[in-house]
Structure formats: structure tokens, C-alpha cells
């Protein structure tokens, strides 16, 4: 099944948004594997965002996600990656759509709540570079057949 890795960033959690954000994934049908409160170093958020290095906002964005904890998740479901950024809305706050997380809660260009791996090689970049193996818990999912129909042998 497919993974992601989600990133709680410090305003939301200063917002007190932890908990309807974490319920969204989990009413969408996404099982959680992983979950930890923790600061992430300013080191490896910079290896986290190295792809907007030199960018004018990548400073201040470093600033911002090392300064404070953050809630790290791997949540997985069928197509996670993908449902996980249409969840998350447009990057800034004013442009992301009404029912989004960003299009309800944030108005931000910088403090827009949440971060979600945008492809499959980031996913798994990003889960290796903040859970060891032994965090992560894959454990069978009870729900799995009834939030797929399982019954031709694929998660439909
Ligand atoms: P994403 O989080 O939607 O994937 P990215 O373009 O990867 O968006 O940018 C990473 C983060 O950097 C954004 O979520 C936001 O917090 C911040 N950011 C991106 N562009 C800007 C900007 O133009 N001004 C301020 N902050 C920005
Ligand atoms: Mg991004």
C-alpha cells in the first residue's frame, strides 16, 4: 500500500489543529503506521527542503520548521501521495479551495499547516530520513474491508 510521509508544521500545531487534522486522514480512510511529536534539527530540515536551497523563501521556511516541534506521520491508503496533496489544497493559503485543510484553516503563503510528499521517491526519501524502521508499524488493517471492496481481489 502506498505510503506518505505528512509533516504537522509548527503553526498548526501552535493552533491547536493536531487533532481535527489528523481526524481528516483518518475519516478519509488512511491508516497511520507512524506518528511522533519532535524538533527536527535545523540540519535536517535543511536536507528535507534541499530542493528549494537558493530560493528566496527557503531561509525563513528553514527558520520556521526547525524553531519549534512539528508532528511527523506515515499515514498509508491506496493512491496516499496523491489524495494526501488534494487534501492538503494549494500551497498558499489564499489559493487553496474551500474543503482542503489549507483552504480551510490557513491564508498564509509560509504558514499553511502541513506538508505532504509530492511523489513516490520523495515519500520514501523523506520517511528514511525521520523514522527508523522499528517506527514505523505496518500492523494489518481491520478496516481494510470495509474501506475497500476487497471482493476481486484488489482494493477497489
Ligand atoms: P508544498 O508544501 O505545497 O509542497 P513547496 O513549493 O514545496 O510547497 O514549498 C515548501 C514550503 O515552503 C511551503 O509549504 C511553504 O510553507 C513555503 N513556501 C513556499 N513558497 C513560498 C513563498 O513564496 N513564500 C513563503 N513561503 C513559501
Ligand atoms: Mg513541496
Do not use: W
Amino acid at each position: 500500500m502506498e505510503r506518505t510521509l505528512l509533516i504537522i508544521k509548527p503553526d498548526a500545531i501552535q493552533r491547536r489543529y493536531v487533532g481535527r487534522i489528523v481526524t481528516r486522514f483518518e475519516e478519509k480512510g488512511f491508516q497511520i503506521v507512524a506518528l511522533k511529536l519532535t524538533q527536527i534539527p535545523e540540519k535536517v530540515i535543511r536536507r528535507h527542503y534541499s530542493a528549494h536551497e537558493g530560493k528566496p523563501f527557503f531561509e525563513p521556511l528553514v527558520r520556521y520548521m526547525s524553531a519549534q516541534p512539528v508532528v511527523l506521520m506515515v499515514v498509508r491508503a491506496k493512491g496516499a501521495i496523491a489524495v494526501a496533496r488534494k487534501m492538503m489544497g494549494a500551497t498558499f493559503g489564499a489559493n487553496a479551495e474551500p474543503g482542503t485543510l489549507r483552504g480551510d484553516f490557513a491564508i498564509s503563503n509560509r504558514f499553511n499547516l502541513i506538508h505532504g510528499s509530492d511523489s513516490p521517491e520523495a515519500a520514501e526519501k523523506e520517511i528514511a530520513l525521520f523514522f527508523k524502521p522499528e517506527e514505523i508499524h505496518e500492523v494489518a488493517d481491520a478496516q481494510e474491508g470495509i474501506v475497500y471492496d476487497l471482493s476481486a481481489g484488489e482494493r477497489i
